[in-house]
T-cell receptor, first 115, second 110 residues
Framework: DVKVTQSSRYLVKRTGEKVFLECVQD?????MFWYRQDPGLGLRLIYF???????EKGDIPEGYSVSREKKERFSLILESASTNQTSMYLC??????????????FGEGSWLTVV | SQQGEEDPQALSIQEGENATMNCSYK?????LQWYRQNSGRGLVHLIL?????REKHSGRLRVTLDTSKKSSSLLITASRAADTASYFC??????????FGKGTMLLVSP
């Protein structure tokens, strides 16, 4: 079974802190994604990566950056956390693009509260 | 940008009844996928239907796709309390990414 592991399930951070959300997948997938999920807004794509050291902006990249130094690991960074970044963050991975018919595998999510 | 929109936003039924959820999208697609999310958890893939397919079955799930109307439906037959979850449709907008709708919350009461 594919496993996407998000290191932190629940975090509480202070405004202005730098926050790292870590994600690891164990199936040698090329693509990795970070989404955030908010009530009434559904899932919105923050960033994705299709290869090591490669990244592409999604729909809402402002206030976030990402790092992919190794194929299995994709980190989401909040440079200076703000209260409007309180949300559930979902990491995901896939073998290749969904246009090819590949499905996306999700982690369990990280609940971030910024106070 | 939101590509898919599910309807209804919420659905409440009794065990044993069928549940139907609809999804509409805006631009042409290669495939459409349905995912399920239990409360507070990650999403799990349920079924994929390609643009050249009209109907697909998987266990108690039946998915239809009408590309002329840019719509899809997910039918869950003989619902169980364990089917209580949110259901999302997702479409391949770009080559590498899926765009998700806002989801339908399904509540199945015993």
């Amino acid at each position: 079974d594919v496993k996407v592991t998000q290191s932190s399930r629940y975090l509480v951070k202070r405004t202005g802190e730098k926050v790292f959300l870590e994600c690891v997948q164990d199936m040698d997938h090329e693509n990795m994604f970070w989404y955030r999920q908010d009530p009434g807004l559904g899932l919105r794509l923050i960033y994705f990566s299709y290869d090591v050291k490669m990244k592409e902006k999604g729909d809402i990249p402002e206030g976030y950056s990402v790092s992919r130094e190794k194929k299995e690991r994709f980190s989401l960074i909040l440079e200076s956390a703000s209260t409007n970044q309180t949300s559930m963050y979902l990491c995901a991975s896939s073998t290749s693009g969904p246009r090819s018919g590949n499905t996306i595998y999700f982690g369990e999510g990280s609940w971030l509260t910024v106070v | 940008s939101q590509q898919g929109e599910e309807d209804p936003q919420a659905l409440s039924i009794q065990e044993g009844e069928n549940a139907t959820m609809n999804c509409s999208y805006k631009t042409s697609i290669n495939n459409l996928q349905w995912y399920r999310q239990n409360s507070g958890r990650g999403l799990v893939h349920l079924i994929l239907i390609r643009s050249n397919e009209r109907e697909k079955h998987s266990g108690r799930l039946r998915v239809t796709l009408d590309t002329s109307k840019k719509s899809s439906s997910l039918l869950i037959t003989a619902s169980r309390a364990a089917d209580t979850a949110s259901y999302f449709c997702a479409t391949d907008v770009g080559y590498s990414t899926l765009t998700f709708g806002k989801g339908t919350m399904l509540l199945v009461s015993p």
